[in-house]
């Protein structure tokens, strides 16, 4: 039976630490419980606000969720043997091919946080500002067909008429 919880919501005022551990430690939960459906990516101060900007940050935390919850193989490939033998006398797995393709496989790769060396890099607050801007700019939505619209609104009217509530007028945008 699918699964509906809210996680990654925060009772924090603000997109800070607060909203990330609490984010993370739930999204975790949530892939280890094998949660289908979840709200709550975005959400601050008892669901009662919603940031764009903690929305692209949990983005962020369930791609990590989501990778913890893949597990991890304990097999004669990943565990390497024969690698380890290879690259004792050399010293540095990270040129070995088995290394690099393992690397690519296995581990997560965020795109808003921050992994380089720059000391003067914008804090993750301002990169989650900046591709927030970069959606909203880019981001160009999709029509459903007429088809399925039509198809939509007369199951909504059914749906309505079987409950005796009023159907709500639909206006659509040019």
């Not at 607060?18 to 008892?46: K, N, R």
């Not at 797995?93 to 088995?98: A, I, N, T, W």
Request: glycine letters at 4%; proline letters at 5%.
């Amino acid at each position: 039976m699918p699964t509906h919880a809210y996680l990654a919501l925060s009772d924090s005022k603000s997109t800070d630490y607060q909203a990330g551990v609490e984010a993370g430690f739930s999204a975790v939960i949530g892939v280890v419980e094998s949660v289908d459906i979840v709200s709550g990516p975005g959400m601050l101060e008892f669901e009662s606000v919603f940031s764009l900007e903690k929305l692209v940050l949990d983005d962020e935390v369930c791609g990590y969720a989501r990778r913890l919850a893949r597990g991890f193989k304990i097999d004669e490939e990943h565990l390497a043997v024969d690698v380890i033998k290879d690259v004792c006398w050399a010293r540095s797995f990270l040129s070995h091919m088995h290394t690099v393709r393992m690397f690519r496989e296995e581990h997560y790769v965020p795109r808003v946080f921050d992994r380089s060396r720059m000391r003067e890099a914008p804090d993750a607050l301002k990169r989650a500002h900046e591709r927030v801007r970069e959606i909203l700019e880019r981001h160009e939505p999709e029509s459903l067909p007429p088809d399925i619209e039509v198809e939509l609104d007369r199951f909504a009217e059914k749906i309505f008429n079987a409950r005796s509530f009023r159907t709500p007028e639909v206006h659509r945008g040019s």
